[in-house]
T-cell receptor, first 115, second 116 residues
Framework: AQKVTQAQTEISVVEKEDVTLDCVYETRDTTYYLFWYKQPPSGELVFLIRRNSFDEQNEISGRYSWNFQKSTSSFNFTITASQVVDSAVYFCALSELSGNTPLVFGKGTRLSVIA | DAGVIQSPRHEVTEMGQEVTLRCKPISGHDYLFWYRQTMMRGLELLIYFNNNVPIDDSGMPEDRFSAKMPNASFSTLKIQPSEPRDSAVYFC??????????????FGQGTRLTVV
């Protein structure tokens, strides 16, 4: 069965600090997809990134970067030089291809960036 | 495109009353999902549809919950009778017809349900 674990329930950092949000997943599939979503205080879920299991290249988008390591079943998310607007709940999610499964989400990590 | 549209945004109802949540998916999307978000359990999948047909409803917590998708542009989630423990944010999401796992789901703004 697929499972996503985000061990960090809450993180608090001071503005301009770097912060890494951890995500560990479990799956029996060889082909799967990993996602990160952001949920700001307004409540909507905003898609950030999708990564398939065959692409282990790290990705950078502005201040955001993602580190995918199949060896440790992890897909961690780093925010560089954090800003107050980054304060949100961040969800990691997994979808298996063979079972054609919808997204299974982790419990989320609440990030607070303090000015 | 306006995105996934849910109504109402907020609903307060008394225990025992029927509640109906509504969703309009993105046009052209063939998959529709209902998720529930609570502090204790996070985001849980309740049910999902493909081409208006329910595929997996194993996440529906009880018989009090039912969902329908009468056409490609509309779905409802009904709770009858409602109970205080049903209080949560209910999200509807849709995704296009590709191999399901290859695309992200696009979420609506959610309906915050409070049952008193």
């Amino acid at each position: 069965a697929q499972k996503v674990t985000q061990a960090q329930t809450e993180i608090s950092v001071v503005e301009k600090e770097d912060v890494t949000l951890d995500c560990v997943y479990e799956t029996r599939d060889t082909t799967y997809y990993l996602f990160w979503y952001k949920q700001p205080p307004s409540g909507e879920l905003v898609f950030l990134i999708r990564r398939n299991s065959f692409d282990e290249q790290n990705e950078i988008s502005g201040r955001y970067s993602w580190n995918f390591q199949k060896s440790t079943s992890s897909f961690n998310f780093t925010i560089t030089a954090s800003q107050v607007v980054d304060s949100a709940v961040y969800f990691c999610a997994l979808s298996e291809l063979s079972g054609n499964t919808p997204l299974v989400f982790g419990k989320g990590t609440r990030l607070s960036v303090i000015a | 495109d306006a995105g996934v549209i849910q109504s109402p945004r907020h609903e307060v109802t008394e225990m025992g009353q029927e509640v109906t949540l509504r969703c309009k998916p993105i046009s052209g999307h063939d998959y529709l999902f209902w998720y529930r978000q609570t502090m204790m359990r996070g985001l849980e999948l309740l049910i999902y549809f493909n081409n208006n047909v329910p595929i997996d409803d194993s996440g529906m917590p009880e018989d009090r919950f039912s969902a329908k998708m009468p056409n490609a542009s509309f779905s409802t989630l009904k709770i009858q009778p409602s109970e205080p423990r049903d209080s949560a944010v209910y999200f509807c999401a849709s995704s296009p017809l590709q191999a399901l796992g290859r695309t992200e789901a696009f979420f609506g703004q959610g309906t915050r349900l409070t049952v008193v």
